[in-house]
C-alpha cells in the first residue's frame, strides 16, 4: 500500500486519482469522527466537503504530511467549529466548544450482541460515564491510532497532556470498575474491538 507521504505528493502535484483515494480511504473515518460531537449527518457531510474544498484549492500550499487522516480529521474539527460560530450556535472563545458525544465501537458492537457478559456491560456503562473530553481522547488514541503529539494538536492540548489525559481517562474506568476488570483487559476490549 502506498504511503500517505506518496499519495498526498501526488494529490498536491494534481493527481486526481490521489485526491479520490484520499476522499475514499478517509471519508468514513472523518463522518464517524464528526459525527461524535454533533448528530447531524448533513452537517458533517457539508463541513467534509469544505475540508475538500479548502485542500483542493491550496494543495499547491499545503504541507508534506505523513498522516492524511490525521491531518483530515484536525480539519474537519476546525471546519466544524469555524461553521458552528459563524452561525452563533457556539462561542468561537469558549475553550472546547465541541463535545465529543458520541459511541465508540466497543458500546457499538455490545450494543448489537444478543448475550453481552457482565463485564462488558460494566466497561460500556463507563465508557458513558467519562467526560467528552477523556472520550475523545480515548477515540482519538485507541480506535484512530494517533500518536500523541497529533492528539495534542487536534485537541488543542500542550505538550504530555494527552498523556496525562490518556492515563486519567484509564484511571476513571478502573476506579469505576473497582477492581473488576483490570487495566490489561480495558485495552485489549479497546485494540481488538
Not at 473515518?29 to 459525527?35: C, P
Request: glycine share 4%; with cysteine.
Amino acid at each position: 500500500m502506498e504511503e500517505d507521504i506518496q499519495i498526498w505528493d501526488r494529490f498536491k502535484s494534481g493527481d486526481k486519482s490521489a485526491l479520490s483515494e484520499i476522499y475514499f480511504q478517509h471519508f468514513d473515518a472523518m463522518f464517524q469522527y464528526g459525527i461524535r460531537f454533533k448528530n447531524d449527518p448533513e452537517f458533517i457531510k457539508d463541513s467534509i466537503q469544505e475540508v475538500f474544498i479548502k485542500i483542493i484549492q491550496a494543495k499547491e500550499r499545503l504541507n508534506t504530511t505523513n498522516n492524511i487522516r490525521y491531518y483530515l480529521l484536525k480539519a474537519l474539527k476546525n471546519a466544524m467549529i469555524k461553521e458552528l460560530t459563524k452561525s452563533n450556535k457556539i462561542d468561537y472563545f469558549e475553550e472546547h466548544p465541541l463535545k465529543f458525544e458520541g459511541v465508540f465501537s466497543l458500546e457499538e458492537e455490545m450494543a448489537d450482541k444478543e448475550k453481552v457478559s457482565s463485564k462488558e456491560k460494566m466497561l460500556v456503562n463507563a465508557l458513558g460515564s467519562l467526560s467528552a473530553r477523556q472520550r475523545e481522547i480515548i477515540y482519538l488514541r485507541y480506535e484512530c491510532s494517533m500518536e500523541y503529539e497529533q492528539i495534542c494538536n487536534i485537541m488543542k492540548l500542550k505538550n504530555d497532556s494527552a498523556r496525562k489525559l490518556v492515563f486519567r481517562a484509564i484511571g476513571s474506568l478502573k476506579s469505576m470498575l473497582d477492581g473488576k476488570i483490570d487495566h490489561l483487559t480495558i485495552l485489549f476490549l479497546f485494540l481488538f474491538s
